[in-house]
């Protein structure tokens, strides 16, 4: 596993490393400062992070399928979503087919969750399969199995619960350390010293108001590079990144909100569901690169869809400066031509328009939703929900009666 | 004493790279292998779709029976050349392209066949069977690139000659018919 994740990008591993000290300095001031022993302290944090970390390796792909209440869906509920991950899983050489769920939310997003690549899962909003053309759905799927090759799921479930433990640990020790010096100066004065201990329990109480601040930053900054490669993988994928770029830039458009995001979940998703607009361009506190960055480095891709083309874009839209992807993973790949723009008319098949896709995508959530849907010889489309008792329905243009 | 300690050191590590260089050539092998298996099935998906669509489709494309019949031909060819080795398979695959590529833009004359439901879930099928067959073909060039390199480049190719690794073949598609953009007549 770590090979993987080190291949890709070994600044990650670092910062990962770098929060994992964060953890146990944490654990060392808690020690000192409330316990009078460092191994309480050190113990503490871990039994913490070791609990969390289990809860989020075999329940965190569910529980997160859950808080935004995806449905999963069989390849006849809609095949060309399904044709369309199928495509990406051989591309990317998965081998196992990820499970498709889809949320039903006007607002456009997506994201990708499970421990292994043996055990993923790829979600889409329903607002994201009405409004986006073949090649634009391609590439946000060919973004979300990025992140399930790159091992980027199991990183940031790994990190979250880093950020997390360090965030309750500093929260309860805070005020445990308030009150503690406040209420109980007693123990510390019989002890003798006394000035040491409170230099130490100063250090301490800033280091605990300052841990989880770096956490959080630590934290965004890996979450950040993974998109960066992620959306270079895709590209790579599907070898066509206009196919991404359009897509981010009718998501950008998007004003919806997605309603089953909260701000732990939020790094899952392929563009940030909390976006403001006009946010500062490399703005420390996100957990997303600007959408407008991502889709000016996709299209300056001009001479291939190879990492090094893309880490060429990266510095041309960067003017110089360090790249995104390690050299490492560059070299891994060979020189790749771009797909050909294919002439609209030609090859690429006539589209479902916007209407039949939406059409398309609300009889699938019917359906989802135990609704029987029967089709009327008027035309009418009669959708039955699935606590009707009667065995028959009267068609309201026409008034034909069915049998359900 | 001390020289029979470096020996002996210098033998396990030998050994060591001998045996990681075995397995990753393995790994690699059986990853080509895996990547052709999955353009055979893609393939055979496409060949059992074009039954089904020239079956759709003849009724409504009453004067396009050299079209068709060229599809159902190089269908044919291309099964036969199935287990014919990677080069001829490629050839006939790629004439197979060629030809459906022509009959799926002759369907933009037809109107009456473009709202058929039944056509329209074949032409899904068959428009993302292309996109996987031309997807697999990606993979398994990548991982046969990575293959050959591991069999070519020094010291690996050194154990690759010793153990029997030999580069493996690239699927190409080297036909005329596949490059050239088809023409649509809009007569």
């Known amino acids: 596993m770590w090979e993987q994740i080190r291949a890709n990008q070994i600044r990650s591993v670092i910062l990962v490393v770098a929060m994992g000290a964060l953890l146990l300095l944490i654990g060392y001031f808690l020690g000192v400062a409330l316990f009078h ?201 599907t070898r066509y990144p206009e196919g991404l770029a359009s897509a981010l830039e009718k998501l950008g458009g998007s004003k919806a909100e997605l309603k089953s995001a909260n701000k732990a979940t939020a790094p899952m998703y392929i563009i940030n569901p909390f976006r403001k607009k006009g946010r500062a361009a490399a703005d420390l506190t996100s957990t997303h690169p600007p959408i407008s960055e991502r889709i000016r480095i996709l299209r300056s891709m001009a001479g291939g869809a190879a990492f090094a083309d893309y880490e060429n874009a990266y510095r041309q839209v960067h003017k110089g400066g360090k790249g995104v992807i390690s050299p490492a993973s560059v070299a891994s790949v060979g020189a790749v031509g771009l797909r050909a723009a294919e002439p609209e008319a030609a090859r690429r098949e006539p589209e479902p328009s916007k209407v039949e896709r939406t059409r398309e995508v609300s009889d699938l959530m019917w359906k989802l939703n135990d609704y029987k849907t029967i089709n009327c010889a008027c035309g009418t489309k009669l959708k039955v929900p699935p606590k009707f008792k009667s065995g028959q329905v009267r068609c309201p243009h026409c008034g034909r009666v069915h049998s359900i | 004493m001390i020289a029979g300690i470096v020996i002996g050191v210098v033998v396990v590590i030998l050994l060591i790279i001998l045996w990681a260089t075995y397995n990753s050539l393995v790994r690699l092998r059986n990853q080509v292998k895996n990547a052709w298996a999955q353009i055979d099935v893609q393939l055979k998906r496409r060949h059992d779709l074009i039954p089904n669509l020239i079956e759709t489709v003849r009724g409504y494309m009453k004067h396009e029976r050299e079209t068709l019949e060229a599809v159902t031909n190089a269908r044919n060819l291309a099964q036969k050349a199935v287990g014919g080795g990677v080069g001829a398979q490629s050839k006939a695959e790629g004439e197979l392209s060629g030809a459906l590529s022509r009959l799926l833009a002759v369907v933009e004359n037809y109107p009456d066949l473009k709202a058929n439901q039944n056509f329209l879930a074949l032409q899904e099928e068959l428009t993302s069977t292309e996109n996987k067959i031309s997807f697999s073909r990606q993979f398994y060039n990548d991982s046969v690139l990575k293959y050959n390199n591991k069999t070519q480049m020094f010291p690996s190719n050194v154990i690759a000659g010793m153990t029997g690794f030999r580069a493996s073949e690239f699927f190409e598609v080297e036909v005329a018919a596949e490059r050239e953009a088809p023409k649509v007549s809009f007569s």
Not at chain 1, 61 to 82: E, M, T, V
Not at chain 1, 191 to 213: C, D, E, K
Request: proline share 2%; charged share 20%.
């Open chain 1, 37 to 237: 022993s460092i191994i309480a302290g050190l113990v503490i944090a871990l039994v913490i992070w070791l609990v969390m970390s289990l809860f989020a390796f075999f329940q965190g792909d569910s529980i997160l399928l859950a808080l935004s209440r995806a449905r999963k869906i069989k390849r006849d509920d809609h095949p060309r979503l399904y044709n369309i991950v199928e495509e990406m899983k051989i591309a990317s050489g998965l081998e196992k087919m990820p499970d498709i769920y889809i949320i039903d939310d006007p607002a456009m997003n997506a994201f990708a969750t499970g421990r292994s690549p043996e055990r993923a899962s790829v979600a889409v909003t329903s607002g994201l399969l009405q409004r986006l053309n073949r090649d634009e759905l391609q590439g946000v799927i060919g973004h979300e199995i990025a992140h399930i090759k790159n091992r980027d799921v199991l990183l940031m479930a790994m990190c979250g619960v880093l950020l997390g433990t360090i965030v309750i640990i500093a929260f309860f020790a805070t005020r445990m350390l308030f009150f503690g010096a406040v209420f109980g100066g007693r123990r510390s004065s019989s002890a003798g010293g006394g000035q040491a201990q409170l230099i130490i329990l100063a250090i301490g109480i800033a280091f605990m108001i300052l841990a989880p601040i770096f956490a959080y930053l630590i934290y965004f900054s890996i979450s950040r590079k993974r998109e960066y490669l992620a959306d270079a993988t895709s590209a790579l994928y």
